[in-house]
């Protein structure tokens, strides 16, 4: 199991001891995992992965879990990663595929994250665990904590759509719903975690969920036989998936498991809420707060990702971009994709399809590069936005099943 050197500030590069409860570095940087890899290089290579379990664990030597006994798991990771033929002809591209993390437990990439978070709690022994959420955290946490017997209290926006506020109950979370944005939540958890004795699971603010976000990068990898794609558009909020990303590949390129090829990276927002996307423009180093955030893809809003200046580095560095789409085209495009490939993705994912159609338009991507987008999650837990586009309309008394059983 993992191989754990330190814990290093991604800001001040301060190495702090694994094993031991942290959230941040004194300076606030985000802490990140860093492994023996030229010794793991030695005795773990890609043809062991044959053997290895259908879950995220197949990399457990590059997870921070030391003892397989305190894995918390639901069987999450290992995707699909469909090609779309006939989506891709429509939209010009010769080799499109779709990461499909909507079949993730609770039916988002945040299980991945959360699954490694909380197996990390048990190993250290952290009992009561807390985070704000825009909602697909928040029900992974509540599933992950359930699942090992340890207790959740989430925070999330009072407008999250419903499933994610009916799992976290079920899951038997303590649920604060909050007048506000992810942003007010994080405040909330930050002024009462040190009197309740709560770990803070906030986006980057611990080291553990990253780790767990970053094996989409080892999975697509190995998906393709070792060869990383031409271009990843991945649904920013916090950004974690696509900064977990760009740590795996330089993970597997120590390893010796590929070569120095990266794909661009490409962050798609919307345009009720495209902090990175404006600073990508405006060539900052960091985000402003987006004022009055608001989009129908609840994920994406995040009006100040803490992993800001992570994920600009990692975009700039793949020479890939960042953009935003607006609700129309994004619920259109989900529609289109679902329609067209039998995927019924959530609006995250719908954005970067339709951030597709503008990046070819562009010429940023070209018909025959090897294009994967992630579906971060399903659209079964976004009813409520669906049912406002498909609406159903009684066509006559006989159709309302009430009439079957009451009197008419
Ligand atoms: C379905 C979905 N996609 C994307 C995101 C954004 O993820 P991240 O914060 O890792 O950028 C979220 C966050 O809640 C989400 O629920
Ligand atoms: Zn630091």
Same mark, same amino acid.
């Given at each position: 199991?993992?191989?754990?050197?330190?814990?290093?500030? +991604?800001?001040?590069? &301060?190495?702090? %001891?694994?094993?031991?409860?942290?959230?941040?570095?004194?300076?606030?940087?985000?802490?990140?995992?860093?492994?023996?890899?030229? +010794?793991?290089?030695?005795?773990?290579?890609?043809?062991?992965? #044959?053997?290895?379990?259908? =879950?995220?664990?197949?990399?457990?030597?590059?997870? %921070?879990?030391?003892?397989?006994?305190?894995?918390?798991?639901?069987?999450?990771?290992? =995707?699909? @990663?469909?090609?779309?033929?006939? @989506?891709?002809?429509?939209?010009?591209? +010769? +080799? @499109?595929?779709? &990461?499909?993390?909507?079949?993730?437990?609770?039916? *988002?990439? &945040?299980?991945?994250?959360?699954?490694?978070? $909380? *197996?990390?709690?048990?190993?250290? !022994?952290?009992?009561?665990?807390?985070?704000?959420?825009?909602?697909?955290?928040?029900?992974?946490?509540?599933?992950?904590?359930?699942?090992?017997? @340890?207790?959740?209290?989430?925070?999330?926006?009072?407008?999250?759509?419903?499933?994610?506020?009916?799992?976290?109950?079920?899951? !038997?979370?303590?649920?604060?719903?909050?007048?506000?944005?992810?942003?007010?939540?994080?405040?909330? $958890?930050?002024? #009462?975690?040190? &009197?309740?004795?709560?770990?803070?699971?906030s986006t980057l603010k611990e080291p553990y969920r990253i780790e767990g976000k970053k094996t989409m990068g080892y999975e697509v990898a190995e998906q393709f036989g070792w060869e990383l794609p031409d271009a990843i558009l991945y649904p920013a909020g916090g950004g974690v998936g696509l900064i977990g990303m760009w740590k795996a590949f330089e993970e597997m390129q120590q390893l010796g498991w590929i070569?120095?090829?990266?794909?661009?990276?490409?962050?798609?927002?919307?345009?009720?809420?495209?902090?990175?996307?404006?600073?990508?423009?405006?060539?900052? $180093?960091?985000?402003?707060?987006?004022?009055?955030?608001?989009?129908?893809?609840?994920?994406?809003?995040?009006?100040?990702?803490?992993?800001?200046?992570?994920?600009?580095?990692?975009?700039?560095?793949?020479?890939?971009?960042?953009?935003?789409?607006?609700?129309?085209?994004?619920?259109d495009s989900t529609v289109q994709l679902a329609a067209a490939e039998g995927v019924f993705a959530a609006p995250e994912g719908g954005a970067c399809i339709a951030a597709l159609r503008i990046l070819r338009a562009r010429g940023i991507l070209k018909p025959e590069d090897r294009v994967v987008v992630f579906n971060t999650g399903s659209g079964l837990k976004y009813l409520d936005a669906f049912s406002r586009?498909?609406?159903?309309?009684?066509?006559?008394?006989?159709?309302?099943?009430? !009439?079957?059983?009451?009197?008419?």
């Amino acid at each position: 199991m993992g191989a754990i050197t330190s814990l290093e500030c +991604s800001v001040c590069r &301060k190495p702090h %001891p694994p094993g031991t409860i942290l959230n941040l570095c004194e300076c606030g940087g985000p802490l990140l995992v860093r492994y023996d890899l030229p +010794s793991l290089a030695q005795s773990w290579n890609r043809a062991a992965r #044959r053997d290895a379990p259908s =879950t995220m664990w197949r990399y457990a030597p590059v997870l %921070p879990v030391s003892d397989p006994a305190h894995i918390v798991s639901l069987g999450e990771g290992w =995707t699909p @990663l469909l090609q779309a033929h006939r @989506l891709g002809r429509d939209l010009g591209f +010769s +080799s @499109l595929w779709i &990461k499909d993390e909507g079949l993730n437990p609770t039916a *988002s990439f &945040k299980a991945r994250g959360m699954a490694c978070a $909380v *197996s990390m709690c048990v190993e250290l !022994g952290i009992s009561k665990l807390a985070v704000p959420s825009a909602g697909n955290a928040s029900g992974a946490l509540a599933a992950y904590a359930a699942r090992a017997g @340890l207790e959740a209290h989430v925070f999330m926006p009072r407008d999250v759509p419903a499933a994610n506020y009916i799992e976290c109950r079920a899951f !038997g979370a303590h649920v604060t719903l909050v007048d506000g944005l992810i942003s007010d939540c994080a405040r909330m $958890v930050n002024e #009462r975690k040190d &009197k309740e004795g709560w770990f803070d699971l906030s986006t980057l603010k611990e080291p553990y969920r990253i780790e767990g976000k970053k094996t989409m990068g080892y999975e697509v990898a190995e998906q393709f036989g070792w060869e990383l794609p031409d271009a990843i558009l991945y649904p920013a909020g916090g950004g974690v998936g696509l900064i977990g990303m760009w740590k795996a590949f330089e993970e597997m390129q120590q390893l010796g498991w590929i070569g120095a090829k990266r794909p661009k990276m490409i962050a798609v927002q919307t345009t009720g809420c495209a902090p990175v996307v404006q600073a990508f423009e405006n060539g900052d $180093v960091e985000t402003r707060f987006w004022q009055g955030a608001h989009t129908v893809a609840s994920g994406l809003r995040v009006p100040r990702p803490l992993g800001d200046r992570l994920m600009l580095q990692a975009i700039r560095d793949s020479s890939g971009t960042a953009i935003a789409v607006t609700d129309q085209a994004l619920m259109d495009s989900t529609v289109q994709l679902a329609a067209a490939e039998g995927v019924f993705a959530a609006p995250e994912g719908g954005a970067c399809i339709a951030a597709l159609r503008i990046l070819r338009a562009r010429g940023i991507l070209k018909p025959e590069d090897r294009v994967v987008v992630f579906n971060t999650g399903s659209g079964l837990k976004y009813l409520d936005a669906f049912s406002r586009r498909f609406p159903r309309t009684a066509a006559s008394e006989q159709d309302k099943l009430g !009439g079957l059983i009451t009197p008419r």
